[in-house]
């Protein structure tokens, strides 16, 4: 088992930045690929950026390349999402997960573990 729990969400008005974690217990954090992803009311689950297990390769969804940065520290088994130029598009619940397999994966039901989410607003 692996318990996840993301903090960093809150306010910020367009342009601003913020810098999710998700910090990993119950097993070591290289064991897994890690991915975060978004929910807006409404909306379903939609993949955000993912990042391999030693860091070596990262995945993005579209809208958010050359603004979100994946990053991870597996010696501190915490898992970094630094957001820049947000837009009001931005806004949701963001959730870290954990995969099991070698690959990075952009699938929600690839992942086997979830955190609780962390909620982002960005107001025009």
């Known amino acids: 088992q692996v318990q996840l729990v993301e903090s960093g969400g809150g306010l910020v008005q367009a342009g601003g930045s913020l810098r999710l974690s998700c910090a990993a217990s119950g097993r070591t954090l290289s064991n897994y690929v890690m991915g975060w992803f978004r929910q807006a009311p409404g909306k379903e689950r939609e993949f955000v950026a993912a990042?391999?297990?030693?860091?070596?390769?990262?995945s993005y969804t579209d809208s958010v390349k050359g603004r979100f940065t994946i990053s991870r520290d597996n010696a501190k088994n915490t898992v970094y999402l630094q957001m820049n130029s947000l837009k009001p598009e931005d806004t949701a619940d963001y959730y870290c997960?954990?995969?099991?397999?070698?690959?990075?994966?952009?699938?929600?039901?690839?992942?086997?573990?979830w955190g609780q989410g962390t909620q982002v607003t960005v107001s025009s």
């Open positions: 990042i391999s297990r030693t860091g070596g390769s990262t």
């Open positions: 997960a954990a995969d099991g397999g070698v690959v990075v994966r952009t699938t929600p039901a690839n992942y086997d573990y």
